[in-house]
Nanobody
Framework: QVRLVESGGGLVQAGGSLRLSCEVSQRTLNDYTMAWFRQAPGKERDFVASISASGISTAYADSVKGRFTIYREEAKNTMNLQMNSLKPEDTAVYYC?????????????????WGQGTQVTVSS
């Protein structure tokens, strides 16, 4: 069983930065495609970014390209999301997700494992 624990959320002003972390327990990152999704109140859970099991391939939602970066720290068994130039519309609960596969797409239905979520609030 994979356990995912997110951290790093909080309140930040527009234009600021936050880094979210997802610690993976009981498994190694190299076996899993990892991703971030987010869900704003009353909306669907949407894809934000993903990184393949090899760590070589990444993908981003158009709305965050050029502002967010997904990367892994193998020594810490952690996957991170660096978020820069934050906007009020980035406000949401951010979820870490994982699937035992070399690569997965942008649908939340492709991921079997989920963290509990961390709140990100961007004030204008």
């Amino acid at each position: 069983q994979v356990r995912l624990v997110e951290s790093g959320g909080g309140l930040v002003q527009a234009g600021g930065s936050l880094r979210l972390s997802c610690e993976v327990s009981q498994r190694t990152l190299n076996d899993y495609t990892m991703a971030w999704f987010r869900q704003a109140p009353g909306k669907e859970r949407d894809f934000v970014a993903s990184i393949s099991a090899s760590g070589i391939s990444t993908a981003y939602a158009d709305s965050v390209k050029g502002r967010f970066t997904i990367y892994r720290e193998e020594a810490k068994n952690t996957m991170n999301l660096q978020m820069n130039s934050l906007k009020p519309e980035d406000t949401a609960v951010y979820y870490c997700a994982a699937d035992y596969a070399s690569f997965r797409g942008k649908s939340r239905h492709e991921y079997d494992y989920w963290g509990q979520g961390t709140q990100v609030t961007v004030s204008s």
